[in-house]
Nanobody, 123 residues
Framework: QVQLVESGGGSVQAGDSLRLSCAASGRTFSMYTIGWFRQAPGKEREFVGA????????AYADSVKGRFTISREIAKNTVWLQMNSLKPEDTAVYYCASRRGYIVTMEGSYDYWGQGTQVTVSS
């Protein structure tokens, strides 16, 4: 059974940085994608970015491109979401999720989800 555990959320000021982690267990993640999604109050969950485990290719939503970076540490089965220049509109619960296969942006294509971690950015 795949387990994903996010950590690293918190409350910061606009312009600050945070790094979230997603610790994955339960299998090897070769040929898998780990994605990051977020859900703000009153809004639907949206794609933030994702990483293809094998080669490290990444994809990002336009809203975070240039500010957020996803990386992975294979030996630790961990994926990182480095968030820089945070804005109040980045406030949300952030989730990591996994899927077998290459990167897609649709949340319905992801099979396993973490419990989420809250990120709050104040102006």
């Amino acid at each position: 059974q795949v387990q994903l555990v996010e950590s690293g959320g918190g409350s910061v000021q606009a312009g600050d940085s945070l790094r979230l982690s997603c610790a994955a267990s339960g299998r090897t993640f070769s040929m898998y994608t780990i994605g990051w999604f977020r859900q703000a109050p009153g809004k639907e969950r949206e794609f933030v970015g994702a990483i293809w485990w094998n080669g490290g290719s990444t994809a990002y939503a336009d809203s975070v491109k240039g500010r957020f970076t996803i990386s992975r540490e294979i030996a630790k089965n961990t994926v990182w979401l480095q968030m820089n220049s945070l804005k109040p509109e980045d406030t949300a619960v952030y989730y990591c999720a996994s899927r077998r296969g290459y990167i897609v942006t649709m949340e319905g294509s992801y099979d396993y989800w973490g419990q989420g971690t809250q990120v709050t950015v104040s102006s």
